[in-house]
């Protein structure tokens, strides 16, 4: 049976405990960073983390959006669910957010190739009324 002496193990615990602790950090602080602007992250206990827009608004992608980049809301789709897309001023995309152009020739904001768009029944930021709707309404997950 081998015999560590305590005063050489207890340190060596501490700092293997040392830099787990800022690995869970540093990769925390990295997921934090990967969200493209202008797009920020919330969360919800129920929920975890999701997308919202600079103002905190919930942004949601729409499971019949099948084909990368194409938005299939519209009409009354588009009347209860409004497209995110930029306005003036708006950071260029980059990374896994893009600009894509909607039949009538409207840009819309998309992320990882799906449309994004609000709910508008959420009225304040963080609101996600929508989430679930229909079984096809998802919060957005980074």
């Known amino acids: ?6 005063h050489t193990t207890f340190p060596g615990m501490l700092t ?13 602080t990295l997921a934090q960073q990967a969200v493209p602007g202008p797009l920020k992250t ?21 499971d019949n959006d099948k084909e990368p980049g194409k938005s299939t809301c519209s009409g009354g789709c588009v009347r209860a669910w409004p497209p995110y897309a930029p306005k ?12 894509i152009t ?6 819309q904001y998309a992320y990882k190739g799906k ?8 009225k304040q930021p963080g609101d996600t009324t ?6 096809r309404w998802w919060v957005v997950k980074p």
């Open 115 to 122: 449309p994004l768009y609000y709910f508008t029944r959420d």
């Open 1 to 6: 049976m081998i015999f560590l002496k305590p």
């Open 42 to 62: 919330a969360s919800k206990e129920h929920l975890g983390t999701f997308l919202v827009d600079a103002n905190g608004m919930t942004l949601y992608i729409f």
């Open 16 to 28: 293997a405990l040392a830099f787990a602790l800022s690995l869970i950090v540093t990769s925390s």
């Open 88 to 99: 003036a001023g708006d950071p260029k995309p980059d990374a896994s957010l893009s600009i």
């Open 130 to 135: 929508g989430q679930g709707a229909g079984d």
């Open 102 to 107: 909607r039949d009538d020739g409207s840009k």
